[in-house]
């Protein structure tokens, strides 16, 4: 068994939570914070058997899209006077964590 940490953009979420549910995949969604931007993110965690594992992450990667945003650079360098310009980067995919489960219980 393994718990699958995914953390997503909020703008996937919804869309990646109705994939699972669709599949019969439970997963627990928690609202997060963080990333280079400081943005919401949602956490998804996913107790899978090993054999599901691969299915699992290829759906994340499906529905979990980078995307090119625009930010103003002294949003990152304080103290800096510099041009405010902004910069084009890229946001968004998934980061997953797949962690092995040595029990697990279910009241």
């Known amino acids: 068994m393994k718990l699958i940490v995914a953390i997503v953009q909020k703008e996937d979420a919804n869309r990646l939570q109705r994939t699972f549910v669709k599949e019969s995949i439970r997963a627990t969604k928690l ?3 963080g990333g280079f931007l400081s943005e919401g993110n949602t956490t998804f965690l996913i107790g899978i ?3 599901h594992v691969k299915q699992v992450l290829r759906i994340i990667k499906d529905e ?3 995307r090119e945003e ?3 650079p002294n ?3 304080t103290g800096f006077d510099i041009s405010s310009q902004p910069i084009k ?3 968004g995919g998934a980061t997953c964590f797949v ?3 040595e029990e697990f219980k279910q009241f």
Do not use: E, F, G, W
């Open 31 to 33: 609202a997060t914070t």
């Open 64 to 66: 979990s899209k980078s």
């Open 99 to 101: 962690l092995p489960v």
């Open 89 to 91: 980067i890229t946001v």
């Open 49 to 51: 058997d090993d054999k």
């Open 70 to 72: 625009y930010m103003n």
């Open 75 to 77: 949003m990152v360098m």
